[in-house]
C-alpha cells in the first residue's frame, strides 16, 4: 500500500516536471522568436549608438580645442587654465564607472550568432 502511494507521488511528481518543462520550452521559444525580430532593430540602435559616440568625441575636440583657443587670446592665461581644468575635472566625475568597449556592433552581432546556435 505505502508502496502504491510512494509510486503515484513520484509519478504525478514527474508529470507535474515534465509539463513545467513544456512550458518553459514554448516561452524560451516564443522569446527567441522575440529576438529574432528584434535583431535589425538593436543592430541599427547599436550602429546609431557607436555614430552618437564618436559626434561627441568630435564635440568634445572642438569644445577643448575652442577652450585652448580661449587659453591663448587671455593676458595671463591663469583665468582660462583653471576653468579649462575645472570643467576636465567636472566631466571626469561625471564618467566614473562607464566604460567604453569597442566593436558593439561586433558584440550585438555575436550575441545573436550565440542565440541561434543555442537554439539549434
Same mark, same amino acid.
Given at each position: 500500500?505505502?508502496?502504491?502511494?510512494?509510486?503515484? *507521488?513520484? @509519478?504525478?511528481? /514527474?508529470?507535474?516536471?515534465? +509539463?513545467?518543462?513544456?512550458?518553459?520550452?514554448? $516561452?524560451?521559444?516564443?522569446? !527567441? *522568436?522575440? @529576438?529574432?525580430? /528584434?535583431?535589425?532593430?538593436? +543592430?541599427?540602435?547599436?550602429?546609431?549608438?557607436? $555614430?552618437?559616440?564618436?559626434? !561627441?568625441?568630435? @564635440?568634445?575636440?572642438?569644445?577643448?580645442?575652442?577652450?585652448?583657443?580661449?587659453?591663448?587670446?587671455?593676458?595671463?592665461?591663469?583665468?582660462?587654465?583653471?576653468?579649462?581644468?575645472?570643467?576636465?575635472?567636472?566631466?571626469?566625475?561625471?564618467?566614473?564607472?562607464?566604460?567604453?568597449?569597442?566593436?558593439?556592433?561586433?558584440?550585438?552581432?555575436?550575441?545573436?550568432?550565440?542565440?541561434?546556435?543555442?537554439?539549434?
Amino acid at each position: 500500500m505505502i508502496t502504491l502511494i510512494i509510486n503515484g *507521488l513520484i @509519478l504525478t511528481l /514527474l508529470v507535474g516536471a515534465i +509539463g513545467y518543462i513544456y512550458l518553459v520550452d514554448l $516561452r524560451v521559444r516564443k522569446l !527567441l *522568436l522575440a @529576438l529574432r525580430e /528584434l535583431e535589425p532593430m538593436v +543592430g541599427q540602435f547599436s550602429s546609431a549608438v557607436d $555614430r552618437t559616440e564618436t559626434s !561627441l568625441e568630435k @564635440l568634445k575636440a572642438a569644445k577643448t580645442a575652442t577652450a585652448e583657443d580661449a587659453d591663448q587670446k587671455t593676458e595671463t592665461g591663469q583665468a582660462g587654465k583653471r576653468s579649462t581644468l575645472k570643467s576636465k575635472q567636472d566631466s571626469d566625475k561625471n564618467n566614473v564607472g562607464w566604460v567604453s568597449l569597442p566593436g558593439k556592433s561586433d558584440l550585438v552581432r555575436s550575441f545573436f550568432e550565440t542565440a541561434r546556435g543555442q537554439e539549434s
